[in-house]
């Protein structure tokens, strides 16, 4: 059984930062591309950031960059979301995605999501 398993969300004040992880079970990775989105209450999901499986290639949204990184480690088929000078509004349910398609393809249609893990930043 395919599984990816968010870690890392918790309680963080604004200017902090928090590192994610994705782990994956059930296949190898290797290939896919990642990505990871977040929900907030009352708002629809929102794409945050995708590494390809080739050239490790990297995305992220506007809201975002400069201070999320992403990265992927194949060896252990884990995937992280490295968050740094959090403010209020990146409190979301953030979710962990695995495409088959090796270059990262823009929307929410993905063979893989994780459960989610809660991020709260307090001001």
């Known amino acids: 059984q395919v599984q990816l398993v968010e870690l890392g969300g918790g309680l963080v004040q604004a200017g902090g930062s928090l590192r994610l992880s994705c782990a994956a079970s059930?296949?190898?990775?290797?290939?896919?591309?990642m990505g990871w989105f977040r929900q907030a209450p009352g708002k629809e999901r929102e794409f945050v950031a995708a590494?390809?499986?080739?050239?490790?290639?990297?995305s992220y949204a506007d809201s975002v960059k400069g201070r999320f990184t992403i990265s992927r480690d194949n060896a252990k088929n884990t995937m992280s979301l490295q968050m740094n000078s959090l403010i209020p509004e990146d409190t979301a349910v953030y979710y962990c995605?695995?495409?088959?398609?090796?270059?990262?393809?823009?929307?929410?249609?993905?063979?893989?999501w994780g459960q989610g893990t809660q991020v709260t930043v307090s001001s």
């Open positions: 059930g296949r190898t990775f290797i290939g896919y591309s």
């Open positions: 590494i390809s499986a080739v050239g490790g290639r990297t």
């Open positions: 995605a695995a495409d088959r398609r090796p270059l990262w393809t823009p929307g929410d249609v993905h063979d893989y």
